[in-house]
Structure formats: structure tokens, C-alpha cells
Nanobody, 125 residues
Framework: QVQLVESGGALVQAGGSLRLSCAASGSIFSGRIFSINTMGWYRQAPGRQRELVATITSGGDINYADSVKGRFTISRDNAKNTIYLQMNNLKPEDTAAYYC??????????????WGQGTQVIVSS
């Protein structure tokens, strides 16, 4: 299957910055990745539903949640099947587990959607 590996979560003070990364990779079972239509970041705080943070298509089309516009920036390296989330001016309400998502992933033998395991972001006041 396809694996999404996230990194960059940490404990930071309000007003600080973090950069998250997520790399998608195939396996000997899936074969190599040919394409990924949309990748993005979602987050889930304790007791809350998982919500969209930002998404980006292979063509560079981006959408953000209103709560992060002007503070977060999503980017993508198609050659590396990797996305990033630069988070600036973090607020305590940004505290959550952040999950990487990849939709319409096409490999040699598989096609589907995948989630990472999540990386924890904690913003202290």
C-alpha cells in the first residue's frame, strides 16, 4: 500500500512557527506512485471532528480553511510526492493532531485515498 509519513509536529508557544511535511511513497506491493491528484492537511482537536486545514492539487490549486488564511501556507513538490505546511503566528486553538491526506493516488497496481498517522501540534498560551 501507499504510505504517508508526517513530521514536524512539536510543542510551541503562541506566536511561534512550525513546518510540517508529508511524504508519500509506494511499496513492493503497490509499485511506484504515478500520480496523486490532491494532497492536504486536516486536523482534529480533542472532542472535535476532523476538519480541513488546506489542500493542494497536482496543478497547484489551493484552498484554506478560513481560520488559517494568512497564517498557514501549503506547498507541494510533485517530484517528491511531498507536501508542506508552514504554520506561522500559531494560536492555542491550532492545537490538534494534524493528518496528511492523499486522494486519487495511482500506482502500478493500486488506486485510492490514504491518510497518515498524524503529528501532534501543541500551542501553549
Amino acid at each position: 500500500q501507499v504510505q504517508l509519513v508526517e513530521s514536524g509536529g512539536a510543542l510551541v508557544q503562541a506566536g511561534g512557527s512550525l513546518r510540517l511535511s508529508c511524504a508519500a511513497s509506494g511499496s513492493i506491493f503497490s509499485g511506484r506512485i504515478f500520480s496523486i491528484n490532491t494532497m492536504g492537511w486536516y486536523r482534529q482537536a480533542p472532542g472535535r471532528q476532523r476538519e480541513l486545514v488546506a489542500t493542494i492539487t497536482s496543478g497547484g490549486d489551493i484552498n484554506y480553511a478560513d481560520s488559517v488564511k494568512g497564517r498557514f501556507t501549503i506547498s507541494r513538490d510533485n517530484a517528491k510526492n511531498t507536501i508542506y505546511l508552514q504554520m506561522n503566528n500559531l494560536k492555542p486553538e491550532d492545537t490538534a493532531a494534524y493528518y496528511c491526506n492523499a486522494q486519487n493516488v495511482v500506482t502500478t497496481s493500486l488506486r485510492g485515498d490514504y491518510w497518515g498517522q498524524g503529528t501532534q501540534v501543541i500551542v501553549s498560551s
